[in-house]
């Protein structure tokens, strides 16, 4: 099995940034894509960013294309996400995923969970 363990949530101003990192260990060779979901309160899990590794490709979701990073570093096994300008509706709980699988970017397609990091955005 994997393990994910996130860190960097907080609270920030709208127009700020925050840096999520995700620390994998276990079977951490069973990996393909990595990345990053989010859920509001009274919302599905979204899909937010992800790092595909046979693929050598990143995919966003549209709402934070050119405001958010997701990088990896497979020496270290781990997987950051970068936020900048950030808005009041990214407030939410962070998930780091991970799929043995390279294909998919819904919920579904990761076995592989976090606990989750709390994102708050004020106005």
């Known amino acids: 099995q994997v393990q994910l363990v996130e860190s960097g949530g907080g609270w920030v101003q709208t127009g700020g940034s925050l840096r999520l990192s995700c620390a994998a260990s276990?079977?951490?060779?069973?990996?393909?894509?990595m990345g990053w979901f989010r859920q509001a309160p009274g919302k599905d899990r979204e899909f937010v960013a992800a790092n595909s590794w046979s693929r050598s490709s990143t995919y966003y979701v549209d709402s934070v294309k050119g405001r958010f990073t997701v990088s990896r570093d497979n020496a270290k096994k781990m997987v950051y996400l970068q936020m900048n300008s950030l808005k009041p509706e990214d407030t939410a709980v962070y998930y780091c995923a991970a799929s043995s699988s390279g294909s998919g970017y819904q919920p579904v397609n990761f076995e592989f969970w976090g606990q989750g990091t709390q994102v708050t955005v004020s106005s």
């Open positions: 276990g079977l951490t060779f069973m990996i393909d894509n």
